[in-house]
């Protein structure tokens, strides 16, 4: 059974930085994709980046990139999202996927296998 539990959200001000992890367990890494999608209230659930487990490759949403940084560790078992000079309309809940047997990373949500709960993550203006 795949489990995937987010956590590190919270109330940031803009310009600020916060940390999300994610814990997987009952998942096979070396041959899985990792993602960050995240849903705002009335919109639909998007990507934000993603990482191959096993080569580090990443991909990122134009929204986000130079700012938000994806990375795992394999010992932890732990997927991450740095996010920086944060902007408030990065305010949404921040989901964690993954997709396994896969050398890429997907960027639709349909692609994905498993997720975790989300994490709430706030910025104000």
């Known amino acids: 059974q795949v489990q995937l539990i987010e956590s590190g959200g919270g109330l940031v001000q803009t310009g600020g930085s916060l940390r999300l992890s994610c814990a997987a367990s009952g998942h096979t890494f070396s041959d899985s994709a990792m993602g960050w999608f995240r849903q705002a209230p009335g919109k639909e659930r998007e990507f934000v980046g993603g990482?191959?487990?096993?080569?580090?490759?990443?991909l990122y949403a134009d929204s986000v990139k130079g700012r938000f940084t994806i990375s795992r560790d394999s010992a932890k078992k732990t997927l991450y999202l740095q996010m920086n000079s944060l902007k408030p309309e990065d305010s949404a809940v921040y989901y964690c996927a993954t997709k396994s047997y896969v050398t890429y990373v997907p960027s639709f949500e349909y692609e994905y296998d498993y997720w975790g709960q989300g994490t709430q993550v706030t910025v104000s203006s």
């Open positions: 990482i191959t487990w096993s080569i580090g490759r990443t």
